[in-house]
T-cell receptor
Framework: KAGVTQTPRYLIKTRGQQVTLSCSPI?????VSWYQQTPGQGLQFLFE???????NKGNFPGRFSGRQFSNSRSEMNVSTLELGDSALYLC?????????????FGPGTRLLVL | GENVEQHPSTLSVQEGDSAVIKCTYS??????FPWYKQELGKRPQLIID?????GEKKDQRIAVTLNKTAKHFSLHITETQPEDSAVYFC??????????????FGKGTHLIIQP
């Protein structure tokens, strides 16, 4: 099976712009979670989607949003970008999103905000 | 919410020696504890995990132990090799039927294997 894929792999944006990142889960996986990784804060949970519904959300401002499509592919959007949004954004998929399931990570999208 | 503390932040060991990384968690409802290895520029990859109904799990040179009473779990790597050099993250999650809160990660341990 193909692994989790993410596009684009690298992005450069300027403050105030918005950005959309895409994640395709492993075939058959219905849960997609998003994480932000920075040197200072480490890996932090953004939100989780299952069957096109956001089930859980981490402690991030409303500028961070997402959605999931009927084929389980997911997108996340960040509006009004700030310098502090520069990070590696990782998505992870699992079969049903049960907490005890393994989450498989994609390669990430590295976002640089200038 | 859950809080996971991980120590040490950097660990340097001689090739062939053992390495131990320790994590503590705060939410007694957490019941799944995976460990991920992340090499420079690559995605986190699961190396071993343990569920709260098990005290220890082993996979070749890697083992994980869990003490639910003390709320801590540890990663043990024996006979370390150069390819073990990476950043290791512990995580905890409160899983239940239908949805989960997301993994809470420790800050990571940079493991350096000295030749």
């Amino acid at each position: 099976k193909a692994g989790v894929t993410q596009t684009p792999r690298y992005l450069i944006k300027t403050r105030g712009q918005q950005v959309t990142l895409s994640c395709s889960p492993i075939s058959g996986h219905r849960s997609v979670s998003w994480y932000q990784q920075t040197p200072g804060q480490g890996l932090q949970f953004l939100f989780e989607y299952f069957s096109e519904t956001q089930r859980n959300k981490g402690n991030f401002p409303g500028r961070f949003s997402g959605r999931q499509f009927s084929n389980s592919r997911s997108e996340m959007n960040v509006s009004t970008l700030e310098l502090g949004d520069s990070a590696l954004y990782l998505c992870a998929s699992s079969l049903m999103g049960q907490g005890v399931e393994t989450q498989y990570f994609g390669p990430g999208t590295r976002l640089l905000v200038l | 919410g859950e809080n996971v503390e991980q120590h040490p932040s950097t660990l340097s060991v001689q090739e062939g020696d053992s390495a131990v990384i320790k994590c503590t968690y705060s939410d007694s409802a957490s019941n799944y504890f995976p460990w991920y290895k992340q090499e420079l520029g690559k995605r986190p990859q699961l190396i071993i995990d343990i569920r709260s109904n098990v005290g220890e799990k082993k996979d070749q040179r890697i083992a994980v132990t869990l003490n639910k009473t003390a709320k801590h779990f540890s990663l043990h790597i024996t006979e370390t090799q150069p390819e073990d050099s990476a950043v290791y993250f512990c995580a905890a999650i409160r899983g239940y039927g239908g949805g989960a809160d997301g993994l809470t990660f420790g800050k990571g341990t940079h493991l350096i294997i000295q030749p």
